[in-house]
């Protein structure tokens, strides 16, 4: 039996539509738009004014803070304007839009490894954050603030996260099979930035050619490096899932990996931090898997944070006419459904899946049966459908006490809800009252 | 909140031109599902209900059958006639109601008067499941709710049963009235064994769903197999059952059955597969089932071995369905994380 955690669900994966499809390099963009914050922590503060010449890797916004991330522009051209923006996340976002003049920059070639012992921890840590690495796994919290843990927390082991559970993504599956050994050599780099020397990678059992890949490709640069096998089970890839499983800890309530000596990175962070350290280079442009029922060509693209949904998606073929159509930054489960498609990639997205016709969940809910089905799909032990009545009757104390703000948002409870309730989304109000309630009292 | 907006195509603005696309959905994550529905899962229990039901029309003939229909029928212009007086949406395909005829129709003796049938169905669905709101917010499993009215206005012709057909053929005439293997175990001196073979095909008599184990048993693995049901409803029921008549029959051999008769006779089998499993009327969590199946069991023997009646299925699972919130109100999973100390 592989390795994995209790509860969670089998959904269909589609993983075949892009799996043997190698990594293609997107089009210049002749145009892209910069969000001020694709982060987790405090928006930059632009760095450039409208009408400045913008060279391609030159940054263009920071903040003065510790949990922040600068940005940098993804092409050579001018700054036509700073103003708000469409952002996948949802609103509108300041962000610097770039005109390009056609041109790019050559970020280095030749042979694959790094120097580990001369460079000293400060200056990997000064790449990692001058080259505005986040997590790349979608939640896009700043790498450099994970590496640099407090004094007390004492850190003893390194995930590298290559589940990839999400139906339809396959951008760090083809990352893990292409780029092994920048994967690697990454890996190495946080290892040493943490001074840790026991390093995982956990890769889902139905990437078997990833696990061979990077079984291959770590002889010669992690000897001692273990990749685990675990159970094809969303949600694995999440961080609490992945490190009960691996490493048979659990996070405590409340609490962050790093409390029990865990940080977990995503396998695309660590190649961007290898890219960082090797060649100066920063996250500027990322692996986008483009799949889905309603897109006509499905492919894994190297894509230019600032590329807008609409570019990206006509370098696919377009989209499939005649019919109703949800474009989701992300995948099916924990992806962001988008009301305008000008919005540009950012360094969180994995993918873009497009759904069309019978593939969309219809909106109508029925009453809840109490087939307990939401329970025993929960990774985090919650009874959803009890936590969404108090959500939605308002009553955070409740909510509290049955342990709603540990909800993960993962989707497990709705996916499987047969009246096809909106579980997740009454949580997240049920968490939002919470908040309100407190803050109310405090006042 | 919840619904899902629809971007249409705003011809005129200049602001938003999207050529590629004529509308976007846009709704609130997960945007995917196992794609099942209640009618769904209802549908596949009425079709796991047909085994038994076909064993019926086998065993006890036409009445069986009208009995069956008389009940279906009742349920489902009772549920009808409810949701039209109160205005609500009309749910009388979504397949509930016709599995509550069928289920109460198959715990009857098959001789049992229709319009008592039809009155007991009035009462399941009216009393036992529209009233408390509808599906879902129903404690009481309704069939059974149903038959524990007719038992308490009906005593007597709910208690007469009679030989199946295929062994009142052999007396030459239409229907024999006869004890049921429980009766025959509890009351009659010297006790009656009836052998496990019959129980297990059905040849015996009883409520005219209840006899036969086999059709039972086809029925409930093939819910398994669609993952409707778990294994633990069913089989800890039984397991329970057996266990307690087994301590039993350790104490007493002469006295009281085996453990395999427990389980065979009587509406054991029809309760652990198809009552015992109802979502609505059982707990949520882990515990709280296995909680639910033990204690149902336990009653279930204490009631038969111990009891004036000779059967407690039925009031085994509606005395486990009163506290069915209960339970699931003491037996929350922990929290991942919960307690771990850092």
Partial sequence: MALTFKHGIHPDYYKELTAAKKIEKALLPKKVAIPLQQHLGAPCQPLVK?????????????????VTSPVHSTINGKVKEIEKHPHPVGGKVMSIIIEGDGTQKEWGNGSIGLDIEKITIEEIRAKIKDAGIVG???????????????????IDAVILNGCECEPYLTSDHRLMLEEPEKILWGMKAIMKVLNVNDGYIGIEKNKPDAIDALENAKKSIIPNLKIIALETKYPQGAEKMLIKAILNRKVPVGKLPMDVGVVVQNVGTAKAVYDAIKYDKPLIERVVTISGNGINEQKNLMVRIGTSFDDVLNQCGGMKKDSEKLVIMG??????????????VIKGTSGITVLAGDAIRPSDYKQCIKCGGCVEACPVNLMPYRLTDYARFNRPDEFKAWGGLSCIECGCCSFECPSNRPLVQWLRVGKLRVREAEKGSSK | MDEKIQNKPQEKSKETTQPTI???????SPHFSTGDSVPKIMHAVILALLPASAASIYFFGLNALL????????????EYAIQKIR???ITVWDGSAIITGILLALTLPPAFPLYAAALGSIVAIGLGKQIFGGLGYNIFNPALLGRAFLQATYPVMITTWSE???KAAKHGIDAVSAATPLALMKFVEPKVMTPHLDLFFGNVAGSIGETSAFAIILGGLYLRYKGYINWKMPLGYLGSIAFFGWLFYLANPQKYPDPLFHILAGGAMLGAWFMVTDMVTSPTTSVGQWIFVVVAGFLVVIIRLLGGLPEGVMYSILLMNAITPLINRHTKPKVFGEGNQS
Avoid: H, W, Y
């Avoid at chain 1, 409208?50 to 510790?66: C, H, P, R, S």
């Avoid at chain 1, 790349?136 to 004492?154: H, R, S």
């Avoid at chain 2, 004529?22 to 609130?28: E, G, I, Y």
């Fill in chain 2, 67 to 78: 009995l069956g229909l008389t009940c279906v029928i009742a349920c489902m212009l009772t």
């Fill in chain 1, 136 to 154: 790349l796994g979608g939640a896009a919290f700043p790498t450099v603030v994970k590496l640099t843990p407090p004094k007390d927390k004492k």
């Fill in chain 2, 22 to 28: 004529d509308r976007l959905v846009v709704s609130s």
């Fill in chain 2, 164 to 166: 199946p057909l295929t």
């Fill in chain 1, 331 to 344: 995948g099916p489960m924990m992806g962001i459904a988008q009301t305008n498609l000008e919005a540009p």
């Fill in chain 2, 87 to 89: 205005r609500k949406p």
């Fill in chain 1, 50 to 66: 409208k009408g400045d010449a913008v060279l391609e890797g030159q940054k263009i916004g920071e903040a003065n803070t510790f």
